[in-house]
């Protein structure tokens, strides 16, 4: 059994009880050790040079099993891809060792109070110079509870601000939430942040390219492997109400004998394969650093995320009771997919972002 085979087989029959409690930091070190965590970081710094149809297919592993965990992989790469981008020598050599081994489990800190999918409200202020103080309060940090360091994003004299700020630390006060609809393993928590210390060499590029470019990058990242994750809760439903319907009978009739059965898995299956030929086509634009894959990875995560909504609610109602059990995947499943579809991006800015792109191709004659 491989690494990752064995991760999988772990967390499929952890994932009801991290849903209840939360992932532990051992499901953290479960992933360095299959050597997942940062996978697609040069192996100069613990990863291992991965591709893009790599991570995709991870990615979709993960998301069959386990949201939460899946979650856990988007986030830690979201950390080290944006330390690769914009870090200097130095700070790349100080981090993503860290970060690919899970001694330093990460956070991204962006979303407030009135900064949610549009981030040009964000209000958290950096101020200082040789050494910087961050006072603000962020909202739905994922794996906030747990996170060692987080990427905060906020406003400075100079323009807008991405720096590393470390969570155990005086002035961080973290307060875990509990009971939201999805990802309840996530450990997600609201930051507040007062006067905390930031040493200048932790801030990401140069003040004004906080959000535009150093958040783009995590961001892009967040969404790609969100996309392979849903198609992989998808196919784990879909999966699930097909064997539901096929084994279970109703009198002298299979359920899946049904017509209205039949049409529900019908279009959970064009579903799931429509969101396949998008996850696939952006790992291939990705691959050949194509300009259109930032537009391709939103594309993707737009229809694999309404992909994982629809087949999850369908495989819920074809499962009946069982779909409604406390441990039943499919149900986790279907609570998870709407977070899907909200995160790193409502679908409603998705379809603005893909029509404006529209507009721009057809006057390109594209």
Not at 41 to 61: F, K, N, T
Not at 227 to 247: E, I, K, P, S, V
Not at 324 to 344: L, N, T, V
Request: glycine share 12%.
């Amino acid at each position: 059994m491989s690494d990752l085979e064995t991760v999988l087989a772990d967390a499929a029959v952890a994932a009801a009880g991290w849903d209840r409690s939360g992932l532990p930091r051992t499901a953290a070190l479960a992933l360095a050790r299959a050597a997942l965590l940062g996978m697609d970081r040069s192996e100069q710094y613990g990863g291992r040079g991965a591709d893009a149809h790599e991570i995709g297919l991870v990615a979709s592993e993960l998301g069959a099993v386990c949201t939460s965990l899946r979650s856990l992989f988007t986030v830690q790469g979201m950390v080290a891809a944006t330390v690769d981008r914009w870090g200097t020598p130095a700070q790349r050599s100080k981090w993503l060792p860290e970060l690919t081994s899970g001694a330093v489990l990460a956070g991204l800190a962006a979303t407030e109070a009135g900064a949610g999918s549009d981030l040009s409200g964000i209000q958290a202020r950096f101020s200082g110079s040789s050494e910087l103080s961050l006072t603000g309060r962020k909202l739905w940090v994922t794996f906030g509870a747990l996170a060692d360091v987080l990427l905060v994003a906020g406003q400075s004299e100079s323009g807008p601000v991405a720096a590393l700020v470390a969570t155990d630390q005086p002035g961080v006060v973290v307060e875990p939430v509990r009971d939201q609809l999805g990802l309840r393993g996530t450990r997600i928590a609201h930051v507040s942040f007062d006067a905390a210390r930031v040493p200048a060499g932790n801030v990401l590029a140069r003040p004004g390219f906080g959000v535009s470019h150093v958040l783009g990058t995590a961001l892009d990242h967040g969404r790609y492997t969100i996309a392979w994750g849903c198609l992989g809760m998808a196919q784990a439903c879909l999966a699930d109400a097909a064997g539901h319907a096929r084994d279970r009978r109703q009198g002298d009739a299979r359920l899946g004998d049904h017509q209205a059965v039949r049409s529900m898995l019908g279009r959970s299956w064009v579903d799931v394969e429509s969101a396949r030929a998008l996850c696939v086509r952006a790992a291939e634009q990705r691959a050949d650093r194509d300009p259109g894959a930032l537009m391709g990875a939103i594309a993707a995560k737009y229809t694999a995320a309404a992909a994982a909504a629809a087949v999850s609610e369908r495989a819920v109602q074809i499962l009946g009771a069982a779909g409604c059990a406390p441990d039943s995947r499919a149900g986790r499943f279907f609570r998870d997919a709407k977070i899907m579809q909200i995160i790193e991006g409502a679908r409603e800015v998705a379809e603005q972002d893909l029509g404006e792109f529209v507009l721009r191709t057809a006057v390109a004659g594209r």
